[in-house]
C-alpha cells in the first residue's frame, strides 16, 4: 500500500490539446496504474521470499533502505528541498512509524506463519477501518447508510476469509491479527497525515522521501536490538528485499503520485481492489500455497465492502439566505 501523504490532484489541462495527445496520455496511465497493481500486489510475495533468508526487522529495514536511495535520487534528479521546520519533522516521524515502519515490520512478521496470499487480503481491509476511524477523527466524514452498510458487508468477508464458521481451524491467530493490526496501522497513518501534513507547502515527493528515510532511521535503531547478521546471505532473498524496497516501496511511490497528478485521488485509490487478488494469484501460481473456497470469495466481499465505504453522499445544499 501507499506510504506517504495523499496527493492532491493537480490543476487539469486546457481542453486545447489534442485528441491524439489524449489518447496516449490516458494509455500512459493506465500502464502505470496496471504497473503500480502488480508492484504492490507481488510486494507480499516478495515478503515471504525476503523472510526465508532474513529476519522480519531484517527485511523491513532492507525494503526501507532501497525504497529510500530511490526516493533520495528522485529528489536529487528534480531539485526538490526537503521540508522545513521541527513541526513537519515531528509529524513525518510519526508518519513513518504508523505508515512504514510498523505496517511493513508487522507484515513480515505475519508472513512467517500465515500465507502471503492471506496477508495481501488482509491488506484489503484498510479502507474499513479507516471508515470506522473516520467517524471519531474527522467530523467532516460523515457515515451514509451506503457507507454503513459497506462497513458491515466489508467485516463479513472478512470472517468468510477467516473461516468464522469452523472457529478459525487452521488458522494461525497471532499471524492473522499481525497482518490486520497492520492494515489498521495504516488507517491510523493516513489520517494522521491528513490532519497534521496538509498544508506544509512541501512537494509531495520531499514528503515522501523524507517519510520513508525517517522511517529507515527508526529501524536502524530497533533492528539490531531484536536480529543478529544472518551467517550466510543467500541470492534469492536478498534480491527480494531489494526488489521490495526499490519496486514496491521507492518506485511504486512515485508511480502513483504521477497517477494521482493525472487523474485524481479517487480513480488512483481504485488501485487497492487489484491489490488482494494479485496477491493471491502469485502466491498460489509461485508460491504453491493451498487456497480454500472461503478465500477469493471473502476478499470479493472484502472489497465490495472497501468500495461501499468510499462513496460519498451527495453534498448539502446551503440554505439561501435571501429565503
Known amino acids: 500500500m501507499?506510504?506517504?501523504?495523499p496527493s492532491r490532484a493537480l490543476p487539469t489541462v486546457p481542453s486545447v490539446?489534442?485528441?491524439a495527445a489524449r489518447g496516449r496520455r490516458a494509455l500512459d496511465w493506465r500502464i502505470r496504474f496496471g504497473v503500480l497493481a502488480l508492484i504492490w500486489g507481488f510486494s507480499f510475495l516478495l515478503i515471504k521470499v525476503g523472510t526465508e533468508g532474513f529476519a522480519p526487522f531484517q527485511v523491513t529495514f532492507g525494503r526501507l533502505l532501497f525504497g529510500t536511495a530511490v526516493l533520495a535520487v528522485a529528489m536529487v534528479v528534480k531539485r526538490e528541498r526537503?521540508?522545513?521546520g521541527v513541526r513537519t519533522w515531528a509529524h513525518l516521524a510519526v508518519a513513518a512509524f504508523l505508515l512504514n515502519a510498523l505496517p511493513f515490520s508487522l507484515f513480515a512478521y505475519s508472513e512467517l506463519t500465515i500465507p502471503s496470499t492471506l496477508a495481501g487480503?488482509?491488506?484489503?481491509t484498510t479502507p474499513l477501518w479507516g471508515m470506522v476511524l473516520s467517524l471519531v477523527a474527522l467530523s467532516e466524514d460523515r457515515p451514509t447508510r451506503v457507507r454503513a452498510a459497506g462497513l458491515g458487508i466489508g467485516f463479513v468477508g472478512v470472517l468468510t476469509v477467516l473461516g468464522?464458521?469452523?472457529?478459525?481451524?487452521g488458522l494461525d491467530v497471532?499471524?492473522?491479527?499481525m497482518a490486520l493490526l497492520a492494515s489498521f496501522s495504516y488507517a491510523v497513518g493516513w489520517i494522521y497525515v491528513r490532519r497534521t501534513l496538509t498544508g506544509t507547502g512541501a512537494s509531495h515527493l520531499s514528503l515522501a522521501g523524507s517519510q520513508v528515510g525517517l522511517g529507515t532511521l527508526q529501524l536502524a535503531l530497533v533492528t539490531p536490538l531484536f536480529t543478529s547478521l544472518p551467517s550466510s546471505v543467500e541470492l534469492v532473498p536478498l534480491l527480494a528485499v531489494i526488489a521490495l524496497g526499490a519496486l514496491g516501496t521507492g518506485y511504486a511511490m512515485l508511480l502513483q503520485y504521477g497517477v494521482v497528478a493525472e487523474v485524481g485521488p479517487t480513480t488512483a485509490a481504485m488501485v487497492t481492489y487489484f491489490i488482494p487478488v494479485i496477491a493471491t494469484a502469485a502466491g498460489v501460481a509461485l508460491l504453491g500455497e493451498q487456497l480454500s473456497w472461503n478465500t477469493p470469495v471473502g476478499a470479493a466481499i472484502v472489497l465490495a465492502g472497501a468500495a461501499l465505504t468510499q462513496t460519498r453522499g451527495p453534498a448539502r445544499r446551503t440554505a439561501d439566505p435571501s429565503t
Not at 2 to 5: E, F, I, L, V
Not at 121 to 124: F, P, R, S
Open 164 to 169: 468464522a464458521w469452523q472457529g478459525f481451524s
Open 17 to 19: 490539446t489534442p485528441p
Open 121 to 124: 487480503i488482509c491488506n484489503a
Open 82 to 84: 526537503l521540508p522545513r
Open 2 to 5: 501507499s506510504t506517504a501523504a
Open 174 to 177: 497471532t499471524g492473522t491479527a
